[in-house]
């Protein structure tokens, strides 16, 4: 007998046929002997009809009520799986956040795990029910309700598996498996088998949409297991494995491709501050107003010196660019002796990611000269030990991921 922790995103539980088709997918498993502890999001595009909602009576609502509102849709779509549970023969009980014992800080919105005493859920395995979690949320030490963000009942799930000590979580969606490209922009993108934790962290990073990478963040810490699989196909999906075990993954003969994917991300926008001095303690006073505003900053490029002014460039989400401008125009703009800032929101990201770049030299230039072939201009460059990311213009972004694709071998 395993124990399975498996959640299900909102395309799953959408309606109440996907409902039904879930409950019925859990009596398989429980009949076959194993018991189940379900996460589940919130139904369909519930989520974004709550936010909207939102915006339409407040301009700036707070943000302990959203946390408030938008944790509504899970708890009413756990209610409605145990009530379709219940047909099929299944005693099942709901819980929140709070009930399953999350317990996280108190930051609106984005809220982090701080700890979890799963004493309810355990409970109830004991005595043959099956717990149905409500998924992205937990309560604070004020005793508020919170909101773990976006993909957060696959981070609910994964933080539930590891203090259960699961034998395996599955994350459900309505997508197969993690596949080498988005097969919406490359349609001979293949399902992978397998992918190591390092390189879907690197994929969640850089554009990958699912899972959530804080999940696979918890995943790659705690060494759980974890399988990313279809709601709609219930066909084997992508198994997670450590690189330790990579070996023995086998799925394309003895050696594995050298690039695993490409992935490529049009959230991001640019900011540079321009002409700021070249010398000890401005990047820092820079990077630490935006950390301070809770601002997450990615790609960093440095111009070279001239005559002891240079600029900064950077990458910050779409969604922060006013705040961070806003942040940077209150004083640090003053206080660097910086001449201004300017934004650029018509960039993209692309990535290519593969462990086999450790010991294979030549992908950065295959990659460069794979864009410069085809006029794609680069303006920025990251890389990792596993990665290698370019910005270029949003409009190219695309095409850049369906030439690389083909020019690492991806292709079918």
Known sequence: MALLVQKFGGTSVADPDRMRAVADHVARCRRRGDQIVL?????????????????QVSSKPPGREMDMLITAGERKACALLCMALADVGVEAHSFTGSQAGFLTDGNHRNAKILEITPDRIREALDSGITPVVAGAQGVSAD????????????????????????????LYTDVSGVFT???KVVPRATKMATVTFDELLEMTATGCPKPAMRSVEVAHSYQVPLHIRSAFTWEPGTMVIDDVDAKHAG??????????AVTHDLSESKITVADVPDQPGVSAKLFRALANDNINVDMIVQNVSDQGRTDI????????IDRAVGVLEAGVIEALGAKGVSTDDTIG??????????????????????????????QMISTSAIRVSCVVKSDDAENAVQLLHTAFGLDQ
């Open 39 to 55: 996460v589940i999001s919130a139904m369909g595009k519930e989520t974004d009809e709550l936010l909207h909602m939102a915006s």
């Open 251 to 260: 799925e394309n003969g003895m050696e594995q491709p050298i690039i695993r």
């Open 349 to 378: 990201r692309v990535s290519v990611i593969g462990a086999g770049m450790k010991s294979n030299p030549g992908v950065a230039a295959t990659m460069f000269e794979t864009l410069a072939d085809n006029a794609i201009n680069i």
């Open 143 to 170: 005793r508020d309700v919170t909101f773990l963000g976006r993909g957060g009942s696959d981070t609910t799930a994964v933080a539930l598996a590891h203090v259960l000590e699961a034998d395996l979580c599955e």
């Open 313 to 320: 460039s950077f990458t910050v989400p779409t969604e922060d």
């Open 181 to 183: 490209t988005d097969p």
